[in-house]
């Protein structure tokens, strides 16, 4: 089965920048799109952002405001996220997941994404 890990956390200042990967193996990466989720202590999980198969569509949580860009390199079969302008809200465990089926190719749902990585924790802190 598809299995993902994503790497790039660790500890930033306000104002700074960060960017995660999300690394597949079983898989070829490029048969799914790709969600990126994050989840602060006490909240819900929410989506932050998501990229189809072949990276020509993507999508992002409002709370992002332009700060962030979701990419790709199928070659690498590996997908990135790039933040930018970090603040206290965004502190939490990011984590990558893909779907499954016959719509895979495409961004999701939030439900629909059935294969998810381990996390990695972003700490925003100065």
């Known amino acids: 089965q598809l299995t993902l890990v994503e790497s790039g956390g660790g500890l930033v200042q306000p104002g700074g920048s960060l960017t995660l990967s999300c690394t597949a193996s079983g898989f070829p990466l490029y048969y799914y799109a790709i969600g990126w989720f994050r989840q602060a202590p006490g909240k819900e999980r929410e989506l932050v952002s998501c990229i189809s198969s072949s990276g020509d569509m993507t999508d992002y949580g409002a709370f992002v405001q332009g700060r962030f860009t979701v990419s790709r390199d199928n070659d690498k079969n590996t997908a990135y996220l790039r933040m930018n302008n970090l603040n206290s809200e965004d502190a939490a465990v990011y984590y990558c997941?893909?779907?499954?089926?016959?719509?895979?190719?495409?961004?999701?749902?939030?439900?629909?994404?059935?294969?998810w990585g381990q996390g990695t924790r972003v700490t925003v802190a100065s």
């Open positions: 997941a893909a779907p499954r089926g016959s719509y895979r190719y495409q961004c999701r749902s939030p439900i629909e994404y059935d294969y």
